[in-house]
């Protein structure tokens, strides 16, 4: 596709439910980034996905964080038992290349909202 | 790990006047900052980055400047204008890392 796309823009969940978030990168990207955005706070790296190599979970801040990535193209973020922390805003990026000094073209994010 | 700091959180300028956004890391093996610009409801974009090869680049009223004896980087924005009202973002990583490192952001806001 022409951009990064993501899906839900908008998520709000009760607290103790499961949510997934959708990334579809640009087509020929080899790198995938997920990153969270809290209110007032940067950009936090969560977890990369570069090619067929296993992915870089350092980021995930707990084990009701996870993701995957299907056949080197789209990507799901799942947060299991979400807790009102978990508010925020996750985006997508990926880039060409997987060396982090390439130009990482962003989604417009997904919004959650866990009440 | 890499720490990047950003300042000022929060900046106001009169339409006309320049911006200057600031940040420091801490990683010496950093060679690569980008500066993102995150408009309301819209992903970060990359609006010009710097190697640790140049010390200047400089992209029509936008600018960033690099200092790696100091660890310090900045962003200026001359002649600003009612649409450079948006988050910016620096970043800073080095060749063998892939994730950039962002700072907290600074929210600009330039009034007519």
């Known amino acids: 596709g022409a951009g990064v796309s993501q899906s839900p823009s908008n998520k709000v969940t009760e607290k103790g439910k499961d949510v997934e978030l959708r990334c579809d990168p640009i087509?020929?990207?080899?790198?995938l980034y997920w990153y969270r955005q809290s209110l007032g706070q940067g950009l936090e790296f969560l977890i990369y996905f570069q090619g067929n190599s296993a992915p870089d979970k350092s980021g995930l801040p707990s084990d009701r964080f996870s993701a995957e990535r299907t056949g080197g193209s789209v990507s799901t973020l799942t947060i299991q038992r979400t807790q009102q922390e978990d508010s925020a805003v996750y985006l997508c990026?990926?880039?060409?290349?997987?060396?982090?000094?390439?130009?990482?073209?962003f989604g417009a994010g997904s919004r959650l909202t866990v009440l | 790990g890499e720490n990047v700091e950003q300042h000022p959180s929060t900046l106001s300028v009169q339409e006309g006047d320049s911006a200057v956004i600031k940040c420091t890391y801490s990683d010496s093996a950093s060679n690569y900052f980008p500066w993102y610009k995150q408009e309301l409801g819209k992903g970060p974009q990359l609006i010009i980055d710097i190697r640790s090869n140049v010390g200047e680049k400089k992209d029509q009223r936008i600018a960033v400047t690099l200092n790696k004896t100091a660890k310090h980087f900045s962003l200026h924005i001359t002649e600003t204008q009612p649409e450079d009202s948006a988050v910016y973002f620096c970043?800073?990583?080095?060749?063998?890392?892939?994730?950039?490192?962002f700072g907290k952001g600074t929210s600009l806001l330039v009034t007519p």
């Open positions: 970043a800073a990583v080095s060749n063998s890392g892939y994730a950039l490192n």
């Open positions: 087509s020929g990207h080899t790198a």
């Open positions: 990026a990926s880039s060409l290349q997987g060396s982090g000094a390439n130009v990482l073209t």
